[in-house]
């Protein structure tokens, strides 16, 4: 794959490494919104299948790009946070169950988790992060399925760290919560999109994925998938479009008590919203002409230079096997002056994430080995 800048509207002074935290929309999504603005200016062309036909196309895009055969397992939810309290609403434990989280996960994918245990006198259980670097992604996976036990009821974890990127080993994981009969919670958002996934190989009981990073969809748009174990689960609230036969409007009031199958339950009240549904629509039909596999295996040529390059000045980059390309982690040599770095990217401006002494890196289609090299002088300039 050849860069993809020409489909976006970033300036090219600009260098942006940061669409882990928030996404550009590329042409086509800003005209996708434009559409439904001027859709809402116009609301008696809003007819019945505005609310449902959309919605269809979504699910069966997303169920594509993560190997879902049947689309009604695909929820549309608002946010991260979401679907993980949607999913903690349909988990009964019992008193000192366990819940197995890694070190400094998202807040989103803590919170809920730690308000889970309360309810039922369980218990969290947290893997530190290995403090020895070497050899530090293998020896925190080991770690990982060394601890899921008997006594554990529920794993939440991502398919990579979002802070630092160290790749988790989901078939190992899977494979071990199976033989001890607990859920496997996937936090997707900083993956799904990016770095292949499918839900035939993994088998996870939910994936859950916000939609305005990797899959350049609105902030306030993400997606879920629902498994089995929640086939006959509570939504969080009773959304009107959620229940069969829905799409007859003329008979809304002859109240239905049954919902449309499988995970369409959950979805978010309002969740046709016109401008946001065309927005994911177009960010999803490219991401899938892309496919995760070739944006991998392109930040991964870009980068390649520039881990090496860092490395000799002296960060640790965790090793090639358990890291992404898109997402990585850099810690920085303690002699650096983060003050200085941090006005001399502003000066350059170039735009990462900081996590105290490590920066995150996240790249994609619209960046170049350049991008790269202009961040590595920066950071010599300041040793």
């Known amino acids: 794959m050849q860069h993809q800048k020409h489909l976006f509207t970033i300036p090219d002074d600009i260098t942006y490494l940061n669409i882990a935290s928030q996404s ?20 008696y062309k ?3 299948e505005s609310y449902f036909e959309p919605v269809k196309v979504v699910k069966k895009l997303f169920a594509t790009l993560i190997e879902v055969n049947d689309y009604n397992r695909i929820a549309n939810i608002p946010s991260a946070s979401y679907g993980m309290a949607t999913v903690a609403n349909n988990v009964v434990l019992q008193k000192d169950d366990e819940i197995l989280l890694v070190e400094s996960q998202f807040p989103s994918n803590y919170y809920i988790w730690e308000k889970l245990a309360q309810k ?20 925190w996976n080991t770690a990982i399925v060394n601890a899921i036990s008997e006594k554990t009821a529920l794993v939440a974890i991502g398919n990579i760290h979002w802070a630092n990127g160290t790749l988790f080993d989901l078939k190992n994981i899977r494979k071990k919560t199976k033989e001890h009969h607990a859920l496997l919670i996937i936090d997707g958002s900083q993956s799904i999109g990016a770095f292949p996934f499918s839900v035939k190989e993994i088998q996870p009981d939910a994936l859950i994925c916000a939609g305005y990073k990797w899959l350049f969809g609105p902030y306030g748009s993400g997606y879920a998938y629902f498994g089995k174990y929640f086939d006959n689960g509570k939504p969080l609230e009773e959304n009107w479009t959620n229940r069969l036969d829905s799409e007859n409007m003329s008979a809304l009031t002859s109240y239905q008590p049954k919902y449309k199958p499988l995970a369409n339950r959950y979805s978010v009240g309002e969740h046709a919203n016109f401008i946001h549904i065309k927005m994911q629509i177009a960010a999803l039909k490219q991401v899938i002409e892309w496919t995760p596999e070739a944006i991998q295996e392109y930040c991964k040529v870009i980068t390649v230079d520039a881990v090496k390059k860092l490395k000799a000045l002296g960060c640790f980059i965790e090793d090639d096997d358990f890291r992404t ?3 990585f982690g850099v810690e920085l040599p303690k002699n650096l002056d983060i003050d200085l770095l941090k006005s001399k990217l ?24 350049a991008d790269f090299q202009k961040l590595i002088n920066c950071i010599a300039s300041c040793l």
């Open 325 to 327: 390309h898109h997402l």
């Open 24 to 43: 550009p929309s590329f042409i086509a999504v800003e005209q996708a919104a434009i559409a439904g603005v001027l859709e809402k200016s116009h609301p």
């Open 120 to 139: 039922f006198e369980a218990k969290l259980k947290i893997i530190e992060m290995p403090k020895i670097t070497e050899n530090r992604g293998k020896n």
């Open 46 to 48: 809003i007819t019945t």
């Open 346 to 369: 502003n000066n350059h401006k170039i735009f990462i994430s900081f996590r105290g002494n490590y920066i995150r890196l996240s790249c994609h289609v619209y960046n170049t080995k």
